[in-house]
């Protein structure tokens, strides 16, 4: 039972535009979600959380959306650059302090110049 | 200030043996969670450590276990090892504090079992 879901393995977007990137979740007990974004052979980097309470976190080129009514989560990234290139996981956790974090399976994101 | 640092980054094991893996978490960070990724499972929480307790745990069998450090450095054990135990194993510290919703992670230890 998958409880985080990204349903798109793959996304390309053309650089300078706007990169939505989903998720969906069906526990209603988490809490707190975050965005990863992961290079191969590496570990995720922190990108940016949002808490249940709010349904809007923006961090420069980075806003995550939060609709706790549909269960559904996005990240948008704008405008996209070439280093942007890279698998995205969403995370979502029911405990304060993103312990216990339970991953979708990730969406490769291309920026093609 | 340093991140996480997990030692070490690669290893070969064969079937049968035990592995111990290491992390070192960010400087003031109380918390430490294991992860395990593979192709087909994604990324899945193994266990989590707070002032040397293990507070949270996965869904994993007991050949899985690890332990905390006074100086919150922390230890992965795999006994027994199967060829389904290759994976990337990463760990991740937050501060555990009310409000902080971070764990950042290190870059992880590429176990591969033969």
């Known amino acids: 039972d998958q409880q985080v879901k990204q349903n798109s393995p793959s996304l390309s977007v053309q650089e300078g535009r706007i990169s939505i990137l989903n998720c969906d979740y069906t526990?209603?007990?988490?809490?707190?979600f975050l965005w990863y974004k992961k290079y191969p052979a590496e570990g995720p980097t922190f990108l940016i959380s949002?808490?249940?309470?709010?349904d809007k976190n923006e961090d420069g080129r980075f806003t995550v959306f939060l609709n706790k009514s549909a269960k559904h989560l996005s990240l948008h990234i704008v405008p996209s650059q070439p280093g942007d290139s890279a698998v995205y996981f969403c995370?979502?956790?029911?405990?304060?302090?993103?312990?216990?974090?339970?991953f979708g399976q990730g969406t490769r994101l291309t920026i093609n110049p | 200030k340093a991140g996480v640092t997990q030692t070490p980054r690669y290893l070969i094991k064969t079937r049968g043996q035990q592995v111990t893996l290491s992390c070192s978490p960010i400087?003031?960070?109380?918390?430490v969670s294991w992860y395990q990724q593979t192709p087909g499972q994604g990324l899945q929480f193994l266990f989590e450590?707070?002032?040397?307790?293990?507070?949270n745990k996965g869904n994993f069998p007991g050949r899985f276990s690890g332990r905390q450090f006074s100086n919150s450095r922390s230890e992965m054990n795999v006994s027994t090892l199967e060829l389904g135990d290759s994976a990337l194993y990463l760990c991740?510290?937050?501060?555990?504090?009310?409000?902080?919703?971070?764990?950042?992670f290190g870059q992880g230890t590429r176990l591969t079992v033969v």
């Open positions: 949002i808490s249940s309470i709010k």
């Open positions: 450590y707070f002032s040397e307790t293990q507070r």
């Open positions: 400087s003031g960070h109380r918390s």
């Open positions: 991740a510290s937050s501060t555990a504090q009310a409000g902080d919703t971070e764990a950042f």
């Open positions: 526990n209603s007990m988490f809490d707190y």
């Open positions: 995370a979502a956790s029911e405990i304060q302090g993103a312990q216990k974090l339970v």
